[in-house]
């Protein structure tokens, strides 16, 4: 399993700096972020070439993008209009295949029944109008999936190419235990994002409520071969936390 540093962890950096940044901390490969960060790929001063050459030069591999989330909904106007949505969600997943990627990661809308509903067939539209690719949808709070019910009421639904993206900060802030959904859903693990605390405080690994050695041992004997994103809330110490993390993870790893 790979570890990739997510750029949640410092969104006001640029891409340059942010990729600079996961290579001084020892990491192999970045996620980025469509809409969270200064380095999304989508900014406005850098091209898809530039991106591309960018991660290559700093010696990097891009492991993953979070594109915009599937709401159902126009984002100027909030008028439930599923169709426009899944255009926007259509140019993220190929500016996705345009920077060499096969899979990218979403969220729903709100916590509703509409919501829900044009999330499950949002999904299936997109997986039918571009076969070659793969959605891992995450849990967030306020949206249609939350927790564990909420997955088990919706992937058996879902084509197989739609995978479970297991978010450990958000089902950790929810009340769930992301060992539990782990045990339910690991043969349809698509990606696991790793935040060792509640909420957004900034705690290092092995400080938060986060089960890491349990959890990379469940990961073992459902073995998922994916990335291990580490996901870090904003930190003044952005360098020394990313480090720290990798180091955790590495030694837990290797026990």
């Known amino acids: 399993m790979q570890l990739s540093l997510s750029a949640s962890l410092c969104p006001a950096l640029r891409l340059p700096e942010f990729l600079h940044l996961a290579k001084e901390a020892g990491y192999s490969a970045v996620e980025l972020d469509r ?39 126009k984002a100027d106007s909030d008028e439930r209009n599923l169709g426009y949505n899944l255009r ?14 096969r899979t990218a990661n979403l969220c729903g809308g709100a916590r509703t ?18 076969p070659d690719i793969s959605l891992n949808l995450g849990s967030a709070p306020g949206t249609p999936v939350q927790g564990l019910a909420d997955y088990q009421a919706l992937v058996p639904c879902l084509d197989p190419r739609a995978r479970v993206l297991l978010d450990t900060g958000t089902l950790l802030g929810t009340g769930e235990d992301p060992l539990r959904v782990t045990q339910v859903f690991g043969r349809r693990l698509g990606l696991v994002h790793l935040r060792d605390g509640r909420g957004a405080e900034p705690l290092p690994f092995g400080q938060g409520d986060l ?9 073992q004997q459902v073995e998922y071969l994916g990335v291990l994103v580490v996901e870090l809330a904003p930190s003044e ?6 480090r720290q993390a990798r180091q955790y993870l590495e030694r837990m790893r290797s026990c």
């Not at 999304?40 to 990097?60: C, I, K, M, N």
């Open 237 to 242: 110490k952005p360098l020394e936390a990313a």
């Open 211 to 219: 089960d890491c050695d349990g959890l990379l041992r469940h990961l």
């Open 88 to 101: 926007q969600l259509e140019w993220d997943i190929h500016l996705a295949r345009a920077l060499g990627l």
């Open 113 to 130: 029944e509409e919501a829900r509903a044009d999330l499950r067939a949002g999904v299936q539209q997109l997986l039918r109008r571009i």
């Open 35 to 73: 809409t969270g960060s200064e380095s999304s790929p989508a900014h406005p001063d850098f091209s898809v070439r530039r991106v591309r050459e960018h991660v290559q030069a700093a010696g990097l591999r891009l492991s993953g993008l979070k594109i915009r989330p599937l709401t159902g909904r």
